[in-house]
């Protein structure tokens, strides 16, 4: 379940040399010497790898900074259950007594995603000292681009990273949602809300939910849209990702932008419409957050005497994500209108130049069909 293998050769590393942690406590004048009582603990008991799993009601202990958290293993199928199939006999004959449980009644071959993330430790990890890279490193932008970054630096196991901030405008996601189901945008499958949540960025590096307004290379700093915070840095990193544009067309932001722009005056040329909002708000979920009460969006969307309607404009696959959400959130569908506009090209698979062909492939990054099936889309529609 979990790519420890990237870590440890496991042949050399016998079943009973494993353990697991699952309390620890150490007082605090004795934390400086973390890494020793680690390796005077797995000495005692004749132990080669320290293991710890971190739940969603985990509190994480203070050796935590002395393990490293390791990759949630992808299965190569889409579907929450398991196959029928026979597996290769040379595959099987590797793990020997399959009915050799190590954890209590756990089947470590389901094939399914683990429900928790989890951190190891081993002897000779902890005979090599971290080096403390002090260098302050900003990433701008929470994309997918953004959290690879963060994770391949916090993967490096003799080098321990101890600035680095993330802008992050309105958190991540998955400090808003616990379900797939209550997402309101499309994601990408490299990430996913459960490796979101095993990745514990929020506990291991420092998230702020500001915006980047301005950048004065001469000092190393960037503006924040807080009061005209300032943020210094010696490496910045832009991760913005491609955002939708169609309101700043007509010299627009989002309500949720537009708000603290009033409150803080970061632009005072963009102007926007109360009850407007755009996908790529990074204050969308807190928009429409069920928890904010009867005067909130979804509050007057759900409200039992004369609730408001809402009108989603677009044809990309945030529209139906964003449908799926509302109606998740107690929203009737009746009360959700739904404007396709035309499609700005055709679905083309012959080419007369290689720029015909660039041209097309452009159009399709920045105006995506939700559906590369016709069929699926008028079914959908349908259904709607």
Not at 259 to 283: A, M, Q, R
Request: charged share 30%; with cysteine; aromatic share 10%.
């Amino acid at each position: 379940h979990f790519s420890i293998q990237d870590y440890m050769l496991l042949n050399q590393h016998p079943r009973s040399g494993f353990s697991k942690i699952i309390h620890s406590v150490l007082n605090p004048v004795f934390i400086k010497y973390s890494r020793y009582v680690l390796k005077e603990l797995m000495r005692l008991a004749n132990k080669t790898t320290l293991f710890f799993e971190t739940h969603p009601t985990t509190a994480l202990p203070d050796i935590f900074s002395e393990m490293i958290l390791t990759r949630n293993r992808k299965f190569p199928h889409l579907l929450e259950r398991k196959w029928d199939y026979e597996r290769d006999p040379e595959y099987m004959e590797k793990f020997q007594d399959l009915k050799y449980v190590q954890d209590g009644n756990r089947d470590y071959m389901d094939e399914k995603e683990a429900p928790f993330s989890l951190s190891m430790i081993t002897k000779k990890l902890l005979s090599v000292n971290k080096i403390n890279n002090n260098t302050r490193i900003v990433v701008v932008g929470a994309s997918d681009t953004g959290i690879s970054f963060i994770e391949s630096l916090l993967s490096v196991r003799y080098v321990n990273f101890p600035h680095i901030v993330l802008l992050a405008p309105g958190g991540l996601r998955n400090n808003h949602v616990k379900s797939e189901y209550m997402q309101l945008k499309q994601y990408s499958t490299n990430y996913t809300l459960k490796d979101m949540k095993n990745l514990l960025l929020d506990s291991r590096i420092t998230v702020l939910d500001a915006r980047m307004v301005d950048i004065n290379r001469k000092e190393k700093t960037i503006k924040l849209d807080r009061d005209g915070a300032t943020l210094p840095y010696d490496v910045l990193v832009m991760t913005l990702g491609l955002i939708d544009v169609a309101l700043q067309e007509f010299e627009l932001v989002s309500e949720g932008i537009g708000e603290l722009n009033e409150k803080y005056g970061c632009y005072e040329d963009k102007k926007y419409i109360k009850g407007v909002f755009s996908i790529d708000d990074p204050y969308l979920y807190d928009k429409f957050s069920p928890n904010k009460g009867k005067n909130s969006v979804i509050g007057q969307l759900t409200r039992p005497k004369k609730p408001e309607n809402i009108i989603v404009y677009g044809r990309s696959l945030n529209v139906y994500c964003f449908i799926n959400g509302l109606i998740n959130r107690g929203v009737k569908p009746e009360r959700i209108m739904l404007v396709l506009p035309p499609k700005s090209f055709e679905k083309k698979d012959n080419f007369q130049t290689n720029q015909e062909k660039y041209d097309y492939e452009d159009m399709l990054v920045w105006d995506p069909p939700a559906f590369d099936d016709e069929d699926v889309e008028k079914k959908v529609l349908e259904t709607l």
